[in-house]
């Protein structure tokens, strides 16, 4: 029979349909305002955000300088010499404890003039009188303390309580209540020095003148009289000065800064990259070339008589004390452990549970309901909450970490796994039952093989998920490289070390994404991507 042409529809055919349904045409005006209406909704509500949190005035009073060196401080590392200007023009280059140019620094971007100088200082272990006095006469261990009624000749008791004649710092003439004798030395000082900061940036730095000069522009700041510090001329914009005639600092944009005072002047010089993140300063391969290490690896002298010099530089980059390698990479391992034994263990025991949870495995509504809102119990305290209850309770470390992840995972997996097993199709588990098979084998044959596949794919998510999780409750105490990490942070100062940990855990984030994708496809049937 040959299909019939559909055939508009007539208006009496229309009229037709609208007295039946008048629903269907009733003009709903409202409906060609829906789309400008939900824009106007989402403009007031980010207006009112705007407003709530003060977002403009964030942005107005963030400091963008301080963010900037801040993220500088990822990929860059600072070397601070201090130069410290003597009473008689002498200048002191101090480097710090730690420096990463190691114990005897002599960069070749900072140069001096030296000359020999007589210097007047005081003996080695002599108290001047007027300082013993004045610790004695501060010292509550002296009857005749400063502040108390003198004794009858005047000067202030030369004993303490320990012992009623025991002499105390006053002493007797000649001794240390007398000046102590000064000395005078000669030696050769640094009378003046230069140091580049970057290309073009100059500092040069004489008793009584720094000169500051950044590409094309100079400005010179006099030391002195007295505490004062002034800026000779019209002061350029990357240079600050806070507070007439006192210290002026002075930014070299990346390459560094300076802190200029009436007695010194504090540079700190930025350089890229990650300083010593081989072999510290400590290390006999320190400041070496590649080829020389390799060099000395392969056929050089033993440095040390009882190790070769492979196990030597791989001991050193082990130990290296600035980036604690060996500490970094057994904290990661910590942290994959964490994830990989607590997510195991969450998912062994959610299991059993979840078959007792789910209605149609279990017909106990008891039964259904206590396991359910046992689920709801850990899984509604978050993860780091758990973490802190463990670390008070075991004490921080590893353990704490798995305990918070294995309680919360247990409970999400569960119900997880209970809805699954409420949605299975009964068909399978009914024919295989119908063949006279045990209540085990119906379960085993036609309740498993449908959800054994979520089951692995619902864990591995997990254990993906938690490698990330790891990291954050280490930061409470629970162990891993989370701990780690925070620990660089709280120092406000190590942040190329806090660059190098996220990088591993990125790696590690990435990898384990890789693995749980490929598996969670071949268990689920899919292709890989």
């Given at each position: 029979m040959a299909s019939t042409a559909s055939l508009p529809l007539s208006q009496s055919d229309v009229d037709d349909i609208a007295a039946r349904h008048p629903e269907v045409f009733k003009n709903r005006p409202w409906r060609r305002y829906r789309a400008p209406l939900a824009i106007l909704a989402v403009v007031l509500y980010s207006v009112y955000c705007w407003s709530f949190f003060g977002i403009g005035k964030v942005l107005q009073d963030a400091n963008w300088d301080i963010a900037g060196n801040y993220l500088a401080d990822w990929i860059s590392y600072e070397v601070r010499p201090d130069f410290e200007i003597e009473p008689d023009g002498a200048i002191l280059l101090e480097w710090p404890r730690f420096s990463p140019l190691g114990s005897d620094p002599d960069p070749d971007w900072i140069t001096t003039q030296t000359a020999t100088m007589e210097r007047v200082r005081a003996s080695d272990g002599a108290t001047p009188a007027a300082t013993a006095a004045e610790k004695t006469a501060n010292s509550f261990m002296v009857p005749d303390a400063k502040g108390t009624a003198p004794s009858s000749a005047g000067t202030s008791s030369s004993f303490s309580f320990m012992a009623p004649d025991a002499a105390t710092g006053a002493g007797t003439a000649g001794d240390a209540g007398e000046p102590a004798a000064p000395e005078t030395v000669v030696e050769e000082v640094i009378t003046e020095a230069t140091v580049e900061v970057g290309r073009g940036n100059l500092i040069e730095i004489a008793p009584t003148r720094v000169v500051l000069t950044r590409g094309s522009e100079s400005v010179a700041v006099r030391l002195g009289p007295g505490e004062l510090v002034t800026v000779e001329g019209e002061m350029p914009d990357w240079v600050q000065q806070k507070r007439a005639g006192r210290k002026v600092l002075a930014s070299f944009g990346f390459d560094g800064r300076a802190e200029i005072d009436y007695d010194g002047v504090k540079v700190r010089h930025r350089f890229i990259g990650w300083e010593n993140f081989v072999f510290d300063a400590n290390s006999p391969f320190w400041g070496k070339s590649a080829g020389e290490v390799l060099g000395l690896i392969v056929s050089g002298k033993r440095i040390d008589p009882e190790r070769s010099n492979l196990s030597l530089a791989w001991n050193n980059i082990l130990y290296n004390a600035d980036w604690q390698h060996l500490d970094v990479?057994?904290?990661?391992?910590?942290?994959?452990?964490?994830?990989?034994?607590?997510?195991?263990?969450?998912g062994v025991v959610a299991f059993p549970l979840a078959f007792l949870?789910?209605?149609?495995?279990?017909?106990?509504?008891?039964?259904?309901q206590i396991n359910k809102r046992f689920f709801d119990f850990l899984r509604s305290v978050d993860m780091l909450i758990w973490a802190?209850?463990?670390?008070?309770?075991?004490?921080?470390?590893?353990?704490?970490?798995m305990s918070a992840i294995f309680f919360t995972d247990t409970g999400t997996l569960g119900k997880l796994y209970a809805e699954a097993l409420e949605n299975i199709d009964d068909k399978q588990r009914e024919g295989v039952r119908s063949v006279g098979a045990s209540p085990a084998s119906v379960q085993r044959f036609g309740v498993l093989p449908q959800v054994l596949p979520v089951f692995a794919s619902?864990?591995?998510?997990?254990?993906?998920?938690?490698?990330?999780?790891?990291?954050?409750?280490?930061?409470?105490?629970?162990?891993?490289?989370?701990?780690?990490?925070?620990?660089?942070?709280?120092?406000?100062?190590?942040w190329e070390n806090v660059a190098y940990m996220v990088i591993l855990i990125l790696a590690v984030v990435f990898l384990f994404d890789g693995i749980s994708n490929a598996l969670r496809s071949r268990l689920m049937g899919g292709q890989k991507r």
């Open positions: 990479w057994t904290k990661l391992l910590q942290t994959i452990v964490m994830a990989f034994v607590g997510t195991l263990f969450a949870a789910a209605r149609n495995i279990t017909r106990s509504r008891i039964l259904n802190l209850f463990f670390t008070r309770a075991f004490g921080p470390g590893p353990l704490a970490g619902q864990a591995l998510y997990f254990w993906e998920s938690n490698t990330r999780s790891a990291t954050i409750i280490g930061a409470v105490g629970a162990g891993g490289i989370g701990l780690k990490l925070w620990e660089a942070m709280r120092t406000n100062q190590d």
